[in-house]
């Protein structure tokens, strides 16, 4: 099972986001897909073993990923087929209940979690809720496009309406903490409560 060094966390982020800061000439040249390399560092970090994605796109995220085993999930063959074809990842068609199902049947249970497929509040909190159950003890969900910074960019073909599935998720899931990295076009971390070390428990 893994362990998540907590205590790491704030420096992690702290230093993550001054590399971001530094690179650019203007505040507004961070590139979008900063998260690619905030998930990988992530993941490096807290050495998971079973990495998921639901929303494959072009294989950016789902191949910067190190673990053992990796899920990649979408409901298009199209977008399946960018995610690397090394002999510990594993190719489902289909949504979120579908993935339930098989790491049911196969008794597996998630590490890390990122969702990005279907955009809509609805999809995201269907994902989450569908899912949360088959996350280890320390594991961390991540969801991807939650602080849009525009109206205009919470249309569905950029970042959606996301962001409104938070109000949903802390409502009804006590039992998880949620954290939005307010960087367009956002991250969202989610880890159970208590999020203490075993030892202290």
């Known amino acids: 099972m893994i362990q998540f060094a907590k205590d790491l966390l704030p420096v992690f982020i702290k230093d993550f986001a001054k590399s971001l800061i530094k690179?650019?000439?203007?505040?507004?040249?961070?590139?979008?897909?900063?998260?690619?390399d905030f998930v990988r560092d992530l993941s490096l970090i807290m050495q998971i073993q079973v990495y998921a994605e639901l929303g494959i796109y072009e294989?950016?995220?789902?191949?910067?990923?190190?673990?053992?085993?990796?899920?990649?999930?979408?409901?298009?063959?199209?977008?399946?087929?960018?995610?690397?074809?090394?002999?510990?990842?594993?190719?489902?068609?289909?949504?979120?209940?579908?993935?339930a199902t098989?790491?049911?049947?196969?008794?597996?249970r998630l590490d890390m979690l990122f969702i990005d497929a279907n955009h809509s509040r609805?999809?995201?909190?269907?994902?989450?809720?569908?899912l949360e159950a088959f996350m280890n003890p320390h594991g961390i969900?991540?969801?991807?496009?939650?602080?849009?910074?525009?109206?205009?960019?919470?249309?569905?073909?950029?970042?959606?309406d996301a962001y409104?599935?938070?109000?949903?998720?802390?409502?009804?899931?006590?039992?998880?903490?949620?954290?939005?990295?307010?960087?367009?076009?956002g991250l969202t971390l989610a880890t159970r409560l208590p999020n203490r070390p075993n030892w202290s428990m």
């Not at 609805?122 to 569908?130: G, K």
Request: net charge neutral; glycine share 2%; proline share 7%.
């Open 164 to 185: 409104l599935a938070l109000d949903k998720l802390t409502q009804d899931f006590k039992n998880w903490s949620f954290a939005t990295i307010p960087v367009h076009p």
């Open 122 to 130: 609805e999809a995201v909190y269907s994902d989450f809720s569908n």
């Open 141 to 160: 969900v991540l969801m991807h496009d939650t602080f849009p910074k525009s109206k205009s960019y919470s249309a569905q073909q950029y970042c959606g």
């Open 23 to 36: 690179k650019p000439k203007a505040a507004n040249s961070i590139p979008e897909n900063w998260h690619v």
């Open 102 to 108: 098989f790491l049911s049947d196969n008794s597996i």
């Open 59 to 99: 294989g950016e995220t789902f191949n910067s990923i190190v673990a053992p085993t990796k899920i990649a999930v979408d409901i298009d063959p199209k977008y399946l087929s960018y995610a690397d074809r090394s002999p510990n990842s594993k190719k489902i068609l289909g949504d979120s209940t579908v993935l």
